[in-house]
């Protein structure tokens, strides 16, 4: 009886059925098309930071260190749960003297190259080449290369140019095709050239000597799984070195798998909540229905179990639908967001990332919840007598239990979460943003009627004459539960938005800020290697008053580096001229327990006193003003922590930083490992820079770069990378107007007979749309209005959250709420265009004969 009942009631009413399969089919689309979109960002990103610490998941080479044959990279990269793979040839050259530059009174700065060969699609897999200047490696390409700009400017060429290379078959001469960022990482300056290439200059045809993997998960007993097996596929006699689960690079990518599985879990409940509200307002529309088969003779377990066939019908249909249109739009995104991720920051997305696990989440959710939705009204409704079925319902009724328990838990809740953030503990971070949408969300009925009053009063001025404006107000406050949860859809997509406006915002305001202060010179001498700093060598003082002594140099700024201990914590120890420092370069306090930033170098000359960063007061679990232990070579000495502050280059490692005196009293380190300069104003700047490089020539250790060129460079990556981010929040608030469309639709299906009564008494066609038009508008309004509240207090707390490790100050998302604003109203607008146009279309006398 059950499945006649639901399959007579489902094909008797195909429109409202259709409507009601479809938000399962959104649900389940949103869904599984962003689990598969985020997996696949999140790899190309992970990459890209790999990239940047000159890393990869997995390196293989051959015990021997001799190249092998290329045909062991198909095994490795057929080993199941690798991600990416990429092989290469790489040699060092080693170059004659004065082959640089030619002239014997010099010694040429660079003395040896690495000359690596590789797949150009397969490398842009598993490493990043952001390629400032020409283009990147193409398939094909012959006598080619993409070299570094430091080594551009030793051999002065630019991209177009050519220059000489020793090869196993004599000297060649190669073009530059493209130029990338300085080298900052260990090691000999790279020339980068095809594999074909590479084995032909080596006269080493068809052999590799290293293939890079990058794997899929970065769960570590996974990890070590998919790495055995790589040693298995390979045999004994190749070396398997891989990125070890506890450091600093592994951390970091942990961290960004969870804001990623965050941005999943908001794309669930999205998913979630156009199924659930959609069906569950068809199912409080058929109470009178329940309650008429209730009249006739049927029990409870018969009302149910025709909701759950119902449910379980549509759950199944839409949801074979939602996975196939939902990998359809994961992998039409990928494939337009390709260009431009290769566009911004050199990467190439892979083929969609599809995870056993979120096939099955997906086919749960979009069954289950559809089955719960229908199930939970349907247990109220056939819990009442049949005759109170019958009653027409009083819509106002439903606004008086607004304010019950759901209201004080949400309130309780909200207020919660804002101890939590008041508290500036980052534990609670997490815990207080998911109080705070859950109370907003229990407290958002009994918020809407006020918001909608607000709005739907400025729409009743612009529609003064039709009075279409309090219509469309009256219409969404009869059901404020069911606004609410339309709502709260839309709150989770723009909330995104402005948090992550927030977020980014904060952190260009910052960085830009950190970078022009700590990296803002006119030149910087830069180590082969950046934070690395224990594998650089530095030079003697008499590099640093050489350049003093240029005519035009203003003030000259050197950091030394020592290794030292707190406890069982290793932390990096930079030397500083007090007086000096601050004014070529400088840090950003985030606390001092002195007056002000003067008198905190001026103590550092004085006394046994550091800066630490955030890193080493969230590892030390020291505060402001403590002292603390520091291992010497000389011995155990106590200094006093007078402030905490930051600079970029060792924002992620934990550091602290003293005088130059106590450096070389305490650590005997008086080793320049990095130096900066400005020039007095009004100086011939070209003149200086060529003295200044003929200072240079002496010390080939560091490379010579214009302060403006770096800070540029830095900012485009910067940029970059948050333009990614943005596509991928950006396709987050696309769920919102499905919701809305959903809501809109199906409320017209309900008001049929209701909208008939209207033009009966003379409303017009463009009244009824209009009327649409404004509930749509008026609920656009309320979900940004939530949306904006909850992004900007999520938001807050991100920036709160960093701000432990790195000095964050917080910026209002101007921007962000400008986004927020518009995307809501143009999602209201858009999602009114086909109901409005449904109800305008009505025919009165059909309309008025409808049940």
Known sequence: MQITLAARYLGGRKLRTTLTTLAVVFGVLVLFGMNIILPSMLAALQVNALAAAGQVDVTITHVSGEPFDAAVFSQARSVEGVRAASASLNRTVN??????????????????????????????????????????????????????????????????????????????????????????????????????????????????????????????????????????????????????????????????????????????????????????????????????????????QTILGLILVEGLLQGVIGTAAGLFLGYLLGAGILKVASPVMSQFINLRLGDPVISPGIVGLSVLMGVGVTVLAGLIPALNASAVTPLEALRPSAAEVEFGRQTGPGFVAGAALTTLSLLALYSHEVALVGPGALLFLIGLVLMAPALVRPIAGVFGSLLARLYARSGTGELAQGNLTRQPSRVAITASASMLGLAIVVAAGGLVTSLTVTLSDVMKKSLGSDYLFIPPSIALWNS????????????????????????????????????????????????????????????????????????????????????????????????????????????????????????????QANMQADFDRAEDIFL????????????????????????????????????????????????????????????????????????????????????????????????????????????????????????????????????????????????????????????????????????????????
């Open 95 to 300: 170059l004659p003297a004065n082959f640089v530059d030619g002239n014997p009174g010099t010694p040429d700065k660079v003395s040896a190259l690495a000359l690596v060969g590789v797949d150009p699609y397969d490398a842009k897999t598993v490493r990043s080449y952001p390629v400032t200047e020409g283009r990147y490696l193409a398939d094909g390409d012959q006598a080619a290369a993409v070299i570094s700009r430091t080594l551009a400017d030793a051999f002065s060429v630019k991209a177009g140019g050519t220059f000489r290379l020793p090869t196993a078959n004599g000297t060649m001469d190669l073009t530059v095709v493209g130029i990338l960022p300085p080298r900052t990482v260990p090691g000999n300056e790279e020339v980068l050239v095809t594999l074909a290439q590479a084995q032909a200059m080596a006269d080493q045809p068809g052999k590799i000597n290293a293939i890079d993997l990058n794997l899929d998960s970065n769960e570590e007993a996974r990890r070590n799984e998919m790495v055995a097996n790589v040693e298995a596929a390979l045999g004994e006699n190749y070396r398997v070195g891989y990125l070890l689960s506890g450091s600093e690079m592994f951390a970091s990518l942990k961290l960004g798998q969870q804001v990623f599985s965050l941005f999943a879990m908001l794309a669930l409940f999205m998913g979630a909540f156009i199924i659930f509200n959609t069906f569950r307002t068809i199912v409080v529309e058929r109470r009178r229905d329940i309650g008429l088969l209730r009249a006739i003779g049927a029990n409870r």
């Open 536 to 659: 650089n060598l530095g030079s003697n003082a008499a590099f640093a008053e050489r350049l003093r002594a240029v005519p035009g140099v203003s003030d000259v700024s050197t950091l030394r580096f020592a290794s030292t201990a707190v406890g069982v914590n290793s932390v990096s120890l930079m030397g500083i001229d007090p007086v000096m420092f601050p004014r070529v370069s400088g840090l950003r306090f985030q606390e001092n327990v002195l007056s002000d930033e003067a008198a905190v170098y001026q103590t550092l000359g004085k006394e046994r006193a550091l800066i630490a960063n955030g890193a080493f007061m969230t590892l030390t679990g020291a505060h402001a003003g403590d002292t603390v232990e520091l291992v010497t070579p000389n011995g155990m000495y106590s200094y006093r922590i007078v402030a905490v502050g930051a600079d970029l280059l060792n924002a992620k490692i934990t550091t602290a930083f003293i005088s």
């Open 676 to 851: 900066q300069l400005n020039l007095r104003k009004g100086v011939d700047a070209a003149a200086a820079e060529k003295a200044i490089r003929a200072v240079a020539a002496d010390f080939p250790q560091f490379n010579l770069i214009a302060g403006r060129a770096y800070y540029d460079s830095m900012m485009a990556q910067m940029n970059s990378a948050f333009v990614a981010m943005y596509l991928v929040l950006g396709m987050l608030a696309l769920p919102s107007l499905i919701a809305m469309l959903n809501t809109l639709a199906i409320g017209v299906i309900e008001r049929t007979r209701e909208i008939g009564m209207i033009r009966a008494v003379g409303g017009t066609q463009q009244q009824v749309g209009r009327m649409v038009l404004a509930e749509a508008l008026i609920l656009a309004a309320i979900g940004t209005a939530f949306g904006l509240l909850a992004g900007l207090y999520l938001g807050y707390l991100a920036v709160m959250a960093m701000d432990s490790f790195f000095p964050l100050g917080y910026a209002f998302p101007w921007l962000g709420v400008i986004a927020a604003i518009a995307i809501g109203l143009l999602f209201g607008a858009l999602a009114a265009v086909i109901p409005a146009r449904q109800a305008a279309r009505l025919e009165v006398v059909k309309a008025l004969r409808y049940e």
